[in-house]
């Protein structure tokens, strides 16, 4: 019996401590309007397709078109794993507020989320790492000036060049 409720309170401590890292993250709408009031200019999407952009990396039409292909199947892949994410977490809130809590279920939930995250995770690493190998050695060593000198922030984890420059989450 020991045993059994031993199990039971370690079960829920570990889904407390999940659920409670799954809400004090903030949607990612939310980080982009704390980061565009900063008044700093953020690259768009198709940085790639910047003329300046262009000229000081000299970006070949090639590799124009592969940055837009590699951008479009990490969004297409990226926005599959946040809506498993967003799904799990609306189940584990609810398994905490139903009558009889379920253990079981909540670790099941719990491990979704990490299995998400852990998820999101690879894929941003993966983009990052197929820009790089579509760049040149001499774009790879510029791009990070020629962001810098165009304003263009990289502290935004949901923007190509946050995901190019930015800490991994």
Known sequence: MFKK???FVGVAV???????IALAQQPASKKVQTLQSTKQQHVRPDWWNDAGVRKDLMLTSDQISKL?????NFDKSRNTVRAELWKARQEIEAAFKAQA????????LAAKIAD???KIIKNRIGYRLTVMQIL???QRQQIGT????RGVATDDPTSPAGIIFGEVE
Do not use: C, M, R
């Open 14 to 20: 570990l889904a407390l401590g999940v659920a409670a």
């Open 101 to 108: 809590i379920d253990p079981q279920k909540i670790s099941v």
């Open 68 to 72: 837009q292909n590699a951008w479009n």
């Open 5 to 7: 409720v031993l199990i």
């Open 146 to 149: 020629t962001f810098k000198t």
């Open 116 to 118: 998400s995250e852990g």
């Open 136 to 138: 040149t050695y001499q």
